[in-house]
């Protein structure tokens, strides 16, 4: 870890709260190299941790008071009685996604009362990229509490609890971000996988790199509906192909579940998804109608508090990027233990494809993330695709090593420099990226 920002914290630490910390968190970001979208719907992906982390210098009181504060300006101080953890759903605050991991970990654990404690968070991960900065906080906040309790929980279930506990702030993500922050080992990727959660180590090829390309559009998935409306339509998917099966439909969510009971293959679910949907998007009144429900049923049951407002849903293309992506996944995976001559060109098709689907089926592209996608693709990438949520946020690109100079130069002169504001943001936006470690809990011994 490196000693210069450890120390700069603790004397920012110090400086701010006239005492030293007694322990520091650690979690890091995450890179999805393959597999959007797809662990809400109960689909493995495969992510690695990335350098960029959270970092948080933490003492313990008993003033029953949590008052954090952050060494970005940006982000305001904040203060509230340990008794009283209020998430506000219609602000999403830094704040409240380390309250998130709190009042998880707390719930989890049954504890009844709460230490005071003063927090100073540092983070390196840059803000509504797509690389996970809420998700990191989230879990350092998990370990900080855990740790300030004096209480020790297994990994998995420390990535699990803090997976459920972002509900609180109202994302209804799959926990691929929670699982690798803390399962996460240096120098592999890892095949994450849910229901039981678990993760396997996925050995990179050797003669590339990824690159992460910042494109510098913000996404912040709790304060916009996109997400959420997403998971909503596989849900609606889920239903209607379960139903159209004859099964029980109702407390079907997961199009990968929906897999299981079928016990279908996923190039069939393929076929079962041409067969059942039209391209055309659904209207409330249609999907009432093909589920026998009521419009009240529709949005109390199925709907979530932030997508009451939608009246189209596009199942189809929605179901088709998930059982297709879910195939990628497992395709990357193959080539990477077989390691075949002209691996990394394969690997690198799989992530064009996984960009095409997102950008087309999915639609949680943009047009600087498909500009972004293009340039590093004719700088030399075999492989470019929008990363995490999109909407903005980063891309990820496989770089053969030899071209990787080269590869740099052109983004930086083709993307950036034409536009001030990137050009200001460069130096963060554009890195090459190795598979880190996961979340820790450390002392200065």
Not at 420 to 436: E, Q
Request: glycine letters at 6%; hydrophobic letters at 40%.
């Amino acid at each position: 870890f490196p000693i210069f920002r450890l120390q700069k914290l603790k004397e920012a630490f110090i400086g701010k709260y006239e005492e030293s910390p007694l322990f520091y968190a650690c979690a890091p970001g995450r890179v999805n190299l393959i597999g959007e979208h797809i662990d809400y719907c109960g689909y493995a992906v495969l992510p690695m941790a990335i350098e960029q982390n959270i970092l948080a210098a933490v003492s313990v009181n008993n003033s029953q008071t949590i008052q954090l504060a952050n060494t970005n300006p940006k982000y305001k101080d904040f203060s509230v009685s340990a008794s009283e953890l209020t998430i506000d759903r219609e602000n999403p605050q830094w704040h409240y996604y380390f309250l998130c991991g709190v009042k998880g970990v707390q719930d989890q654990l049954s504890l009844s009362s709460l230490p005071g404690i003063r927090c100073l968070v540092d983070g390196t991960i840059p803000a509504s990229s797509g690389l996970s900065s809420s998700s990191a906080l989230v879990c350092c906040a998990g370990l900080v509490t855990m740790e300030s309790n004096q209480k020790a929980i297994s990994k998995i279930l420390l990535a699990e609890t803090c997976a459920k506990c972002e509900r609180y702030i109202g994302t209804e993500g799959g926990g691929m971000d929670q699982s690798i922050s803390f399962l996460a080992e240096e120098g592999t990727a890892k095949l994450i996988e849910f229901n039981p959660l678990r993760a396997t180590d996925v050995k990179l090829p050797d003669g590339a790199v990824f690159v992460i390309a910042n494109s510098c559009v913000e996404m912040n998935k709790a304060a916009s509906s996109h997400f959420n409306i997403r998971v909503v339509e596989c849900r609606i998917a889920t239903k209607i192909l379960a139903k159209t099966r004859g099964l029980e439909w109702s407390g079907l969510q997961k199009l990968g579940v929906l897999q299981i009971e079928l016990g279908l293959s996923l190039d069939k679910m393929l076929d079962v998804v041409e067969k059942v949907f039209h391209p055309e998007p659904y209207s409330r009144e249609e999907i009432c109608k093909l589920l026998e429900i009521t419009t009240e049923q529709l949005c109390n049951n199925i709907l979530s508090a932030n997508t009451q407002h939608v009246t189209h849903f596009k199942l189809y293309q929605r179901a088709r990027h998930v059982y297709s992506e879910a195939a990628r996944v497992l395709q990357f995976k193959a080539v990477c233990d077989s390691s075949p001559d002209g691996a990394v060109l394969q690997l690198g098709n799989l992530m064009n494809q996984s960009h095409a689907s997102c950008r087309d089926l999915y639609e949680c592209s943009c047009l600087e993330l498909d500009q972004l996608v293009d340039i590093c693709l004719q700088a030399g990438a075999v492989g470019s695709r929008l990363t995490g949520a999109g909407w903005g946020g980063c891309t990820v690109s496989m770089v053969p090593i030899e071209r990787i100079d080269s590869f740099l130069r052109t983004v930086k002169e083709k993307y950036y420099m034409p536009d001030a504001r990137r050009a200001a943001l460069v130096k963060h936006s554009l890195f090459v990226t190795r598979p880190g470690g996961g979340a820790a809990i450390f002392t200065e011994e």
